[in-house]
Nanobody, 131 residues
Framework: QVQLVESGGGFVQPGGSLRLSCAAS????????????IGWFRQAPGKEREGVSC????????YYADSVKGRFTISGDNAKNTVYLQMNSLKPEDTAVYYC????????????????????WGQGTQVTVSS
């Protein structure tokens, strides 16, 4: 069983920045990031959960939703089994609970984010953007 623990959420004013972290562990034989695709999803009140950004742990290929392109950056540290989401120029519409997700690598990162294709979810971290 893979465990995903998010951190880094909080309250920020419009135009501000936050960095989310997702620390992964577990799995049969020990977790290694290069065997998984990792993604960030978010869910705002009254809305469906949507894929924000996904990254391949093996080749670092990335996908971004149109709403965050140019503002968010996803990256991974295989040595730490941790994936980050750097969020800049935050807007009130970015307010949501952000979830880390993982799936053993077998499809594209776009498929993971859009369909979505997820086997494991974290508990979520709240991001609030408001003046």
């Amino acid at each position: 069983q893979v465990q995903l623990v998010e951190s880094g959420g909080g309250f920020v004013q419009p135009g501000g920045s936050l960095r989310l972290s997702c620390a992964a562990s577990g799995g049969g034989g020990g977790f290694t990031l290069d065997r998984y695709d990792i993604g960030w999803f978010r869910q705002a009140p009254g809305k469906e959960r949507e894929g924000v950004s996904c990254i391949s742990g093996s080749d670092s290929n990335t996908y971004y939703a149109d709403s965050v392109k140019g503002r968010f950056t996803i990256s991974g540290d295989n040595a730490k089994n941790t994936v980050y989401l750097q969020m800049n120029s935050l807007k009130p519409e970015d307010t949501a609970v952000y979830y880390c997700a993982a799936v053993p690598r077998f499809a594209t990162v776009q498929a993971m984010c859009v369909i979505p294709l997820v086997d494991y979810w974290g508990q979520g971290t709240q991001v609030t953007v408001s003046s």
